[in-house]
């Protein structure tokens, strides 16, 4: 059986890209542009599960600039030709794919062992409340 590659190219609208490598000098350009997704799924998971729905969908259209947003940033294409020409399901793969080859859950997990035992604890402390928000 042939071992399974994984993909290297994609179709993003006319456009054929490379799945990037995260260098430093990416990641610090992505890192202004990820905020905005996490408050926005903090303030999902806060809000009352009565009104979470709405919050959902007021927060769809956000979601959604976001995702292209940091499509441009890492492929290189003007977001106006993305809007136009490419669907949400490129961005998220082209996105996934990106994840995946930088191994990046990998990488969060080395870097929890440099994090200090109180942060450690702060952000498990968060993660509860998140959790009983939940419920």
């Known amino acids: 059986m042939f071992p399974l590659t994984k ?7 006319n456009r054929t890209v490379s799945v990037p490598k995260l260098t430093r000098n990416r990641l610090k350009r992505l890192t202004d542009h990820i905020g ?6 903090v303030k999902v998971f806060l809000v009352p599960a009565v009104d979470r ?3 959902i969908v007021a927060g769809a259209e956000v979601m959604i600039d976001e995702i292209y947003e940091l499509t441009s940033l890492l492929s290189d294409i003007d977001i106006d030709e993305l809007s136009e020409q490419a669907s949400l ?4 793969e082209y996105l996934n794919l990106t994840w995946s080859k930088n191994d ?7 870097l929890s062992g ?9 952000v498990t402390s968060i993660a509860q409340r998140m959790g009983q928000a939940v419920d």
């Open 53 to 55: 729905s709405v919050m």
């Open 7 to 13: 993909k290297e190219k994609l179709k993003l609208g």
């Open 114 to 122: 440099l994090i200090p035992p109180m942060a450690q604890q702060f």
């Open 104 to 110: 990046m859950n990998a990488a969060l997990k080395n």
């Open 36 to 41: 905005t997704i996490g408050d926005l799924l």
């Open 89 to 92: 399901a490129e961005c998220t």
